[in-house]
Structures are given as C-alpha cells and as structure tokens.
C-alpha cells in the first residue's frame, strides 16, 4: 500500500509558520492583508473566495472584499487595483479570473504591483519563475506541489521528474520550481507519444493533465511518488484527480489522493504569500 | 555517415526571405536600422559585433554603432537607449551583455522597448518565450536551432527532445520553443543523474551544455539528430563544440558541425528580428 501524501498535514505545518509569521507581525504593528477582488458571480470563484476567507480567518489575516458587477468597465477594475497598489495597509491581492471577456484582462492583471502579486497574475511574476529573477511570488498550486514534497522530506536533486500537462497555470512552471531544485524534469501533454513509457521512467511524477483518472496503472511502476493536481468530478459525481487512484496507488510508492492532497494547501500558500509581502514593511 | 545539418544552407534561405522584405520595405520608403549598442572592448562583443555589421551589410539593412567606454554612468546608457525607443528610424537594438559591473544591468536592459528587443534582453520579451504570450522576439541563438530542424524539415509534434543545459540564453527557451512546436521535452543539467540513458532515448538531442566535446559516443544512439549549441576551443587551440563530433557522427543520423551549424545561423536570425520590427512601420 502507497504512503498517502496528505494535504492536510503539510497545511498543518505550513499554518503553524504562518501563524508565527503573522504574530510577529501585529507585534510590531503590522496586520497582514489581503484584498480579494470578483467581477461578477462566477460558482468556483465564490468556491475558491469561501475557502480563501476561511484560511485568514483561520489564520488572522485580514481580509477586504471588492466585488464588483459582471459588467463593470476596465477602468473601474484599474481603480481598483490603483486603489490597492497605494494602499500600504493591504499586502496582496487575490483577483478571480479569467475575468469576463469584455474587460482587458492583460491590462487589469498587469496593473498590479508585482509585490503584491501573491497569486502570480502578472506577466513579471509568471516570467519570474522561468527566468529565476525575484518578482513576485510563483503561483500557489505549483507551489503547493512543492510544499507537499518539502514537507515529506524529497530531495529533488538528480531526480527524474515527469509533469503531464503544459498549462502556465500548474505544469509549465511546477517543472521550472523542479529544476530549480536540481530535478531532471520532462514534460509530457495531448500531443506526447508513448506517455506511459516515458512517465514510468520518472522518480516523481506530477500530473495536471485536468482529465479525470486519464493516468492509470500502466503509467506507474513501483517505487514511484505521484502528485495529483486534478480537480474533476467522476461518472458518480464524486470528486476526483487526473489520476485512477484505485488503479494506480497499489504499484506506487507514495500518492496525494484527491480530495485530500494538492487542493487544500494552495489556500495556505497564498495567504502565505500575504504575509511574506507583509513581511517587507518590516 | 550522419547528414551534415549545415548552417550556411539555412543561413542562404533565411537570408533569401530578408532581402525579399528588406526590398519590399524599401520600396515602400522604410529602411530597416538596427543599432549596436557596446560598453567597452570586450573582445567577443568586438568579433560579434563584427559579424552582425557583416551580416547588415550583405542583407542591405543600416545600423548606427554606440560605442560607450568602459566606465560609462547607467544614466548615460539609459539616455542612449531612451534615444533608439524614440527614434521612428530605428527598429532594433542590440545591446552587449554582460554589461560592466558597475552599470545596473536590470534596469538598463528593460529599457528598452519590446518591439525593438530583437536580442532578447528585456524581461518581458524572455518572460514570453515561457507564457507564449507576443512580446519582443525570442533570444537568437534558440531560434536559430529551431530555423535548422524548419529548414531541414523536421516535424517537431510528438517528438523526444532531450536539451542539455539550463541557461536562459539557450537550454530553456529552445525547450519551450520545441514544446510550442508540441514535442516532449526534457532538459539535463549538470546535476542530472545517468545523462547517457536519457539522452539516447531522444529523437533529438539539442547541445547547450557550454563545455567542449562532454557529448561523446555512449551520449547517442542511431537513428537521432543532434544539434551542437556550444562554441569552444580545444586542446589544439581549434574551435569545437559541446559534442565530441567525431566519435558520435558515425552513430547519428544527421548533427550540426562546429564550426559551420549554429553559429552562424544567428546572425541572420537577428537580423531578420530587425526586418520583421520594420515591418510593423508598414
């Protein structure tokens, strides 16, 4: 049986730091906050924006709503932004997208302070993560990856790692956050022949294809470690990974199963993020 | 015997298409001008710089050369660069890197406008090469690998490209670049453990590993093509690459000489960068 890597103890741990972070913080005077802005109703952003609340209540991190009419304009998104790159008081901002298509999405997201840019929206931060330059902070679910594999202890150092999907959401920069760590890393997607060749060579192997259950037994050998970044709904309307956890957790070595594994720690590295970037007006 | 893939043959094709636009633009009243922006006497600026004037020259395109000394102030070079963004005359700039040590580098080289950046040097325009977003140019020296496997009339999607090396002038973005193209890629480095047993899997193997001749014959199987990046000399003061030519040319299928491959394919490459930014005047 697979050791489960689970979401919930690495939050634990990073929550602990957080929290230590944060009291340092207020006792020097500093509250740590996030600004969350929504354009229109969106059913995840409003999952995602629950769950984001929850974590800095949790956490003591406070919190400002911007919510904000599906039809706004693009100028009263940039006030807005305008608003929190000067406000001293506010640290990071959370901005739902993609933002509805009569806005100029390139123009709002690059508008932001890449300093407060805590969830990667901005060209200088996404391009930080491959060029290696200290901007920004690298989005929160690659991140989350890497906290998962920090927590239990991986050495990424000469490790062959293999990431299914190219997205620049999760797979395009979770593979530069390997190599930087000194991974071997390829990485695979729709158009990759012989998939289950090439990921049963990998020690570790990282899955955001966004397909439910398309890895299966045949993609895995024994001894390996498998990070499912998948959120999907199944045939039963159960929650699952890209991964066919039934099928492929007695060959492997170690597996995050889903729910359970990436989802929840992306929230923590976030409001991490806040507090790193509150850190700075120290 | 493998296929020699020659860079001259490229170089003539590419340079066929320049002089077509240049005339096309003339003829229409713009003359594309590049500038050449050097900070002191490095001797390989000098021999690069030479190269592209000699490139400029043949393809009919102008340039001006700005030529600062050693200790010149970053404001002075910043007004220099301030100068070619507002020139409507000048569609590109090449700026040698790295720049003295005393200058600050980072802000000097975005500066410049990304529709000028034909070399590649501002953040945003390598950021690109990552988010596939259209911004500025990609870097030469990885475009001009990828004017090769066109011209030789690779078909890229689905193929196993193994890249040697990391750096952010050749090895990641000529893996981007490949995997836009849709092939699996993989990049080695030096902490990469049994190197050999990755890179025979490969159906091309791309060299920018910066250390002559490291690719010997137990790197290669038949079958592959490989493309030699590096620029080195040996132990009898001749240039070589990155790849021990004559112990893996009897196994390969096709592989770029040095010197006669890469190399001079990029200076048409930068060229054409300068062309098509005049062509935007159109």
Chains 1, 2 share one sequence.
Do not use: W
């Amino acid at each position: 049986m697979a050791q489960k890597l689970l979401g919930k103890e690495v939050t634990a741990s990073l929550n602990e730091r957080i929290i230590a972070d944060v009291n340092e913080l207020k006792a020097k005077g500093i509250e740590p906050r996030l600004a969350i802005v929504r354009v229109g109703e969106n059913e995840s952003d409003i999952a995602y924006e629950r769950g984001a609340v929850k974590r800095c209540e949790t956490l003591d991190v406070a919190y400002d709503k911007y919510l904000l009419p599906a039809d706004v304009t693009t100028e009263d998104v940039l006030q807005v932004i305008e608003k929190i790159n000067n406000d001293n008081n506010t640290h990071g901002c959370l901005l739902f997208r993609p933002l509805p298509k009569n806005l100029d999405a390139e123009r709002i997201e690059n508008a932001l302070k890449p300093e407060k840019d805590v969830d990667c929206m901005t060209e200088r931060s996404i391009g930080a993560v491959f060029t290696g330059k200290n901007v920004g902070y690298p989005p929160c679910t690659p991140q989350a990856c890497m906290e998962i594999l920090k927590y239990y202890g991986y050495e990424l150092k000469g490790k062959n790692v293999v990431v299914i999907g190219r997205s620049l959401v999760v797979g395009k920069p979770v593979a530069m956050m390997c190599m930087k760590e000194n991974a071997t890393i390829t990485i695979c997607h729709t158009r990759t022949v012989n998939m289950p060749e090439i990921t049963k060579k990998a020690d570790i192997l990282i899955v955001a294809a966004g397909r439910a259950k398309i890895v299966g037994a045949d993609y895995v050998s024994a001894g390996q470690t498998v990070i499912d970044v998948g959120i999907n709904v199944d045939e039963n309307g159960n929650m699952c990974g890209d991964v066919d956890f039934e099928a492929v957790e007695p060959v492997v070595s170690a597996i995050t199963p889903v729910p359970g594994g990436v989802g929840g720690v992306t929230t923590s590295v976030l409001v991490s993020h806040v507090v790193d970037a509150a850190k700075k007006y120290l």
